[in-house]
């Protein structure tokens, strides 16, 4: 049913939540899994359009993605990791199309009052951005 699932990873515990979830999806379905995290920053955000070097908080989520890429091929899963940067969920939706996947499975909070009022949520944009199904698994809060 679901042959490509993007998995966005925020580099936080709650990553684990999606991920437990997402090992026994696409095991089930034999899915191969895209992970990806964008990374939101001030360089991160105008890397392209100033011809900048990764920063350091880059060169972390970039190890991280591959630590658990690894994780994730070492178990026998067909994994692939992309780190982007910009707005969070235009990066996720945009990735989504260009990597073919066809289910996005992230991990959100759940509400937290006024910061969602003003801020707003990566998930809430992110369903308005793309045509492709989100599933969206509770972290606990720790």
């Not at 490509?4 to 979830?21: G, K, N, Y």
């Not at 964008?38 to 105008?46: E, S, Y």
């Not at 945009?94 to 509400?111: F, K, P, S, W, Y």
Request: net charge negative.
């Amino acid at each position: 049913m679901y042959r490509r699932i993007l998995v966005p990873l925020e580099h936080s515990p709650s990553d684990e939540a999606i991920l437990a979830h997402v090992r026994v999806l696409a095991r089930r379905l034999g899915s191969a899994l895209v992970l990806i995290h964008v990374a939101d920053g001030w360089v991160a955000r105008n890397i392209r359009e100033l011809d900048l070097r990764e920063s350091e908080e880059m060169r972390e989520d970039r190890a991280y993605l591959e630590q658990q890429c690894g994780r994730l091929t070492a178990e026998g899963f067909d994994a692939d990791a992309v780190l982007a940067g910009g707005d969070p969920a235009t990066e996720i939706a945009a990735a989504a199309e260009r990597e073919g996947c066809d289910l996005i499975a992230m991990a959100t909070h759940g509400h937290r009052l006024l910061e969602d009022v003003v801020r707003g949520s990566t998930a809430t944009a992110l369903r308005h951005q793309t045509k492709i199904p989100i599933l969206m698994v509770r972290a606990e809060k720790k």
